[in-house]
């Protein structure tokens, strides 16, 4: 039988009324008496749980309106991920459903939320996922349905962990019996027209990048800015085992670098000269297999110095080693060069330029990211990728009248550029 998710408003106001919270409570399906909203979401209730599936891991937490009450990461060993080599993603998908139940029962929750012990037995009043490798697509929460799950099989934009985030999501949601989202996936395109063109019409530029932690960190600067996103212009610089440094005006993010270009990080190349590399990949001595890895999973960071850990890359500087330094100074480099050209993008009008991702953590390079960077505008630093918490942060807005859930077969309109240039890709965009 089709999935038929809860029916949700199509439309709620920004600004708070009673409307807003009538509607927000008719989209809460454990309200007790949705005709009272004043009863009902006027005060905080219900748990929302999380889920991250990753390369390697898969993260889940359980989140109320005022912040995590458990994060958890499971990680998925070589031995354990080899019996399912040559096979679709979605051939993961109950074992991963089955650890995140397992690791539930462990913490005192069921698939419906706490055990039935405490004081405090507020349900799961919604499940969110990590959004995947969907058509591009606006920013925003999307309601998983039927067309989602079919595009999410059919693994038509490429096989990546990311896919079984609405899948999970959806899994745990019939058990719940709520709905199932996700929020800002990693194909939202919100870039102007002439960000897509290239010196070849044989060459379109994906936009593919980390818009859930990019979007949220933005977010969550204006909210203690106290001013609208809509109002500024940020540079956001995500820096993990990817790296998206992207420009945002009036609430879009207009232009960034894609995971084929930019600046290289602790396993991936980013740019490279192009003749050089047509030359490399007719050399016959590797295979597209090969140098696809050697591009995602085995570059930047590993290819020079064998580990894809910054926190070794700053023991080995501390030592002396003269290549690690080297190194290190080329990546910071090209990551404050690239938000050097997303400030031009906003024409030099830049609010303030946000640092997250897990290399945020690192004092060093922050140290020398401002000292390249300084003169363009602020800088604000959000360590660590915090996408459940995203996650969470988006489903509440929905389930608080804030903003609509969208739908995806509703929202397919990118420009047919972004169509045109989308190709299949299998990738590792943690």
Same mark, same amino acid.
Request: glycine share 10%.
């Given at each position: 039988?089709?999935?038929?998710?809860?029916?949700?408003?199509?439309?709620?106001?920004?600004?708070?009324?009673?409307?807003?919270?009538?509607?927000?409570?008719?989209?809460?399906?454990?309200?007790?008496?949705?005709?009272?909203?004043?009863?009902?979401?006027?005060?905080?209730?219900?748990?929302?749980?999380?889920?991250?599936?990753?390369?390697?891991?898969?993260?889940?937490?359980?989140?109320?309106?005022?912040?995590?009450?458990?994060?958890?990461?499971?990680?998925?060993?070589?031995?354990?991920? !080899? =019996?399912?080599? *040559?096979? #679709?993603? @979605?051939? &993961?998908?109950?074992?991963?459903? $089955? %650890?995140?139940? /397992? +690791?539930?029962?462990?913490?005192?929750?069921?698939?419906?939320?706490?055990?039935?012990?405490?004081?405090?037995?507020?349900?799961?009043?919604?499940?969110?996922?990590?959004?995947?490798?969907?058509?591009?697509?606006?920013?925003?929460?999307?309601?998983?349905?039927?067309?989602?799950?079919?595009?999410?099989?059919?693994?038509?934009?490429?096989?990546?962990?990311?896919?079984?985030?609405?899948?999970?999501?959806?899994?745990?949601?019939?058990?719940?019996?709520?709905?199932?989202?996700?929020?800002?996936?990693?194909?939202?395109?919100?870039?102007?027209?002439? !960000? =897509?063109?290239? *010196?070849? #019409?044989? @060459?379109? &530029?994906?936009?593919?990048?980390? $818009? %859930?932690?990019? /979007? +949220?960190?933005?977010?969550?600067?204006?909210?203690?800015?106290?001013?609208?996103?809509?109002?500024?212009?940020?540079?956001?610089?995500?820096?993990?085992?990817?790296?998206?440094?992207?420009?945002?005006?009036?609430?879009?993010?207009?232009?960034?670098?894609?995971?084929?270009?930019?600046?290289?990080?602790?396993?991936?190349?980013?740019?490279?000269?192009?003749?050089?590399?047509?030359?490399?990949?007719?050399?016959?001595?590797?295979?597209?297999?090969?140098?696809?890895?050697?591009?995602?999973?085995?570059?930047?960071?590993?290819?020079?110095?064998?580990?894809?850990?910054?926190?070794?890359?700053?023991?080995?500087?501390?030592?002396?080693?003269?290549? $690690?330094?080297?190194?290190?100074?080329?990546?910071?480099?090209?990551?404050?060069?690239?938000?050097?050209?997303?400030?031009?993008?906003?024409?030099?009008?830049?609010?303030?330029?946000?640092?997250?991702?897990?290399?945020?953590?690192?004092?060093?390079?922050?140290?020398?990211?401002?000292?390249?960077?300084?003169?363009?505008?602020?800088?604000?630093?959000?360590?660590?990728?915090?996408?459940?918490?995203?996650?969470?942060?988006?489903?509440?807005?929905?389930?608080?009248?804030?903003?609509?859930?969208?739908?995806?077969?509703?929202?397919?309109?990118?420009?047919?550029?972004?169509?045109?240039?989308?190709?299949?890709?299998?990738?590792?965009?943690?």
């Amino acid at each position: 039988m089709p999935f038929r998710p809860k029916p949700v408003p199509s439309h709620c106001p920004a600004s708070p009324s009673r409307r807003t919270l009538y509607l927000a409570a008719m989209t809460d399906p454990r309200n007790p008496d949705p005709r009272n909203p004043d009863q009902s979401l006027s005060q905080p209730r219900g748990r929302v749980l999380t889920i991250n599936p990753g390369s390697t891991s898969t993260k889940f937490g359980i989140y109320t309106r005022n912040g995590a009450e458990i994060e958890q990461t499971i990680s998925h060993g070589d031995e354990e991920l !080899a =019996r399912f080599k *040559g096979r #679709p993603m @979605v051939a &993961r998908l109950d074992y991963r459903a $089955a %650890l995140i139940a /397992k +690791a539930l029962e462990e913490a005192g929750y069921t698939q419906t939320g706490p055990r039935a012990t405490g004081q405090d037995t507020e349900p799961f009043v919604a499940i969110a996922g990590r959004g995947g490798f969907l058509p591009p697509l606006p920013c925003g929460t999307y309601l998983v349905d039927d067309s989602m799950v079919e595009e999410l099989h059919l693994a038509r934009g490429g096989e990546h962990a990311s896919n079984l985030g609405a899948l999970l999501a959806l899994k745990f949601a019939q058990a719940a019996q709520v709905n199932a989202y996700i929020v800002d996936p990693v194909t939202v395109d919100e870039w102007q027209p002439c !960000a =897509r063109v290239t *010196g070849s #019409p044989l @060459v379109g &530029r994906t936009c593919i990048t980390h $818009a %859930l932690n990019t /979007k +949220a960190v933005a977010k969550r600067f204006a909210a203690e800015l106290g001013r609208p996103y809509q109002d500024l212009r940020l540079i956001v610089a995500h820096m993990g085992s990817g790296i998206t440094v992207s420009a945002h005006q009036h609430g879009r993010t207009i232009d960034s670098n894609t995971i084929e270009e930019g600046p290289f990080g602790p396993d991936r190349t980013g740019g490279l000269p192009v003749r050089k590399l047509i030359k490399l990949c007719f050399s016959g001595i590797y295979n597209e297999k090969q140098l696809d890895r050697m591009v995602f999973g085995e570059g930047g960071l590993f290819a020079w110095l064998g580990t894809r850990d910054l926190r070794e890359v700053e023991r080995r500087i501390d030592s002396g080693d003269a290549e $690690a330094s080297l190194v290190f100074e080329a990546m910071v480099y090209q990551i404050a060069k690239e938000a050097g050209a997303m400030a031009a993008v906003l024409s030099g009008n830049v609010d303030a330029i946000l640092l997250t991702g897990g290399m945020a953590h690192s004092h060093r390079v922050i140290a020398c990211l401002r000292d390249r960077l300084a003169f363009i505008a602020p800088l604000r630093v959000y360590p660590g990728e915090n996408e459940l918490q995203a996650l969470a942060e988006g489903v509440f807005r929905v389930l608080d009248g804030i903003e609509p859930a969208k739908r995806l077969r509703e929202e397919e309109g990118v420009p047919a550029q972004a169509m045109a240039t989308r190709g299949r890709l299998v990738i590792g965009l943690e």
